[in-house]
């Protein structure tokens, strides 16, 4: 029997995008939410911090405001995450939508927990109790060495993108050590190959998926 297709699916669908700044996870997103619209599909393309009102603001706060410490840092986000998923994330999957989000727990666990040395477990836990255990049924990582994403970067950098050269090698790390341990969920791609490559292999990911709940919870 042939597997349905991302466009007959009736269930909602949970993609995050993860990866250190400058892999290119905004296009990647918005290349598979054009190819999910084209198949017929309603897509909801969002981000975290700051797919919502409150999280715009949340948003300015951690990544250009005063100084925060590391707590406080990480709480603010699983503030963001929180009202992301019960306001954004659970309505669109419960309409039988795509939802496509630049960044979600992975980049907490992995910026706040090893980058910011407050521990991946402790931060994980905090992160999903946020989110009432929702995890995506896709997380696409996009590889870079840190030194090149920051080479792509334009603009003034925000406070994480300021935080260091050994910083960054440990996010990069902590995200491929959780890809390795879940395979299932993970797709993982050298963001050095071209733009249309990682389209299309994420989109035969996405297709190979078929006929999949919303996301996977662990509560």
């Given amino acids: ?31 598979l939410g054009a190819w999910l619209r084209g198949l017929g599909r ?65 980049s907490s666990v992995a910026y706040q927990g090893s980058g910011r040395d407050l521990g991946a477990d402790e931060v994980e836990r905090l992160s999903m109790w946020a989110v009432d255990g929702l995890l995506p049924a896709l997380t696409v990582l996009l590889d870079l060495d840190p030194v ?3 080479a792509r970067l334009t603009g003034e950098p925000d406070r994480l993108e300021r935080a260091g050269d050994e910083f960054h090698r440990r996010t990069r790390a902590a995200f491929l050590t959780r890809a390795s341990a879940d395979p299932g969920r993970w797709l993982v791609l050298d963001a050095t190959r071209p733009v249309d490559d990682l389209a299309e292999a994420i989109r035969a990911r996405v297709t190979a998926l078929g006929d999949v709940p919303s996301g996977r919870s662990l509560a």
């Avoid at 597997?3 to 996870?25: C, M, Y």
């Avoid at 410490?69 to 998923?85: F, G, I, M, P, S």
């Avoid at 019960?86 to 727990?105: E, I, N, W």
């Fill in 1 to 31: 029997m042939t597997e349905p297709s991302p466009t007959s699916s009736p269930h909602g669908l949970f993609v995050s995008f993860e990866g250190g700044d400058g892999a290119g996870k905004s296009t990647q997103a918005r290349l």
């Fill in 42 to 106: 309603e897509v909801v393309l969002t981000r975290e911090p700051g797919g919502t009102d409150l999280g715009v603001q949340l948003r300015d706060a951690v990544l250009h405001g005063d100084h925060v410490d590391a707590r406080t840092e990480a709480l603010l986000y699983a503030t963001d995450r929180a009202h992301h998923v019960a306001s954004v994330v659970r309505p669109a999957l419960a309409r039988g939508a795509v939802v496509v989000t630049d960044r979600y727990l992975d």
């Fill in 148 to 150: 090149a994403g920051r």
